[in-house]
């Protein structure tokens, strides 16, 4: 077997992978102004199911990208999440990426009450009292855990984006957010991860550009 | 709508996921000794194609036991790849994870040759002379440069993990390292990522357990 490589100069590479997704998305109904981050969800994944299950509230991108803009941080439920979101670019507007799952004090609160690292560290998040952009790709246990949160009034982020990915409490835990009265971008269903976390907070950042 | 929540220690909410995952896949056949591999790939992206496009070179996974057991550090193409790996569980052997994408003098390398960062981060590694495990979840430009390292002699990994994900060049880069005569776990295919590179490292460690 003959195996051709396409020839494209590095610098390229992604734009030519955007015209290839655009090209077999073809007419397929997308929401105006979510297009950028549906197909960046598309090309970290190379699955184009994320075209059919990205839920996206209300003017929630314009209100990321002025969240963004005016400073805010965003909380990760893994460090991976944390690694992929590119953070040089969002110190140009002053916000932070912050991780709490290895924290010693997480550990010893999730032990002490029962719960996952994961619920530890939005409570933990939820104590700071900074109003923040999260951004869940693991743990709908964490997902869970803002519901709750946001219904006691104890939190009030700019957005959750709720992408946990998995087979337990995935699916109810995304449609818990979606019914919390928070902003949100939710990929609906199974699928997710902290890849697909990462890259929704890049495609706005790379919106802003 | 009424949402309900399974309830599951979070102790045991991996162990509830794998059950689902092996009850899904009912009789699918998988190679023998492969299976938990596929399994957590299917996990970290709730993704079935895995079961399919996964590709194993003979005895690849006792090849991979035994060089972590005798300390084998592995390369990744990304941080978030590096952020992924159990990098705890890996040093229990000595080895270490290694990503150099973020390096000064990749990034020079890259620039003077009109390569990508993560051909010059596999040049960067070749020239260390260690015998490497290779886990490549992003770059398929990575993979043509250890196939072409590796066709002149001047690299010898214990293993490739090629999972590259993406539109340009990643099927072909997957096909060229599996007809490059070193031992290999690759996802055929557009699919793969930085977060499944991470999970079949995983998958060998929790396996030495």
Redesign the interface.
């Known amino acids: 077997?003959k195996?051709?490589?396409?020839n494209?100069?590095?610098a390229q590479?992604e734009a030519?992978?955007f015209e290839?997704?655009t090209e077999e998305l073809g007419e397929f109904p997308l929401i105006p102004g979510t297009e950028p981050i549906v197909k960046r969800c598309i090309?970290?994944?190379?699955?184009f199911d994320y075209a059919k299950n990205l839920c996206f509230s209300d003017n929630v991108v314009s209100l990321a990208i002025d969240a963004i803009k005016n400073g805010a941080s965003i909380v990760t439920d893994?460090?991976?999440g944390?690694?992929?979101i590119n953070k040089k670019k969002l110190a140009r507007y002053g916000g932070t990426v912050q991780c709490f799952m290895s924290d010693k004090d997480v550990a010893e609160a999730?032990k002490t009450n029962?719960?996952?690292r994961a619920v530890a560290s939005m409570d933990k998040a939820a104590a700071l009292g900074e109003k923040f952009i999260f951004a869940v790709g693991n743990a709908p246990?964490a997902l869970?855990r803002l519901y709750e949160l946001i219904r006691e009034g104890k939190l009030d982020p700019h957005l959750v984006i709720g992408v946990p990915?998995?087979?337990?409490?995935?699916v109810?835990?995304k449609?818990?957010i979606m019914?919390a009265e928070v902003p949100y971008i939710v990929a609906r269903?199974?699928?997710?991860?902290?890849?697909i976390a990462?890259c929704i907070v890049n495609a706005l950042l790379y919106m802003m550009e």
Chains 1, 2 share one sequence.
């Open positions: 077997m195996i051709e490589l396409e494209v100069e590095p590479i030519r992978s290839i997704i090309h970290t994944s190379a699955d893994t460090q991976m944390r690694a992929g999730a029962g719960t996952t246990t869970v990915v998995g087979f337990v409490n995935v109810q835990s449609e818990l019914d269903g199974r699928k997710g991860g902290s890849n990462a």
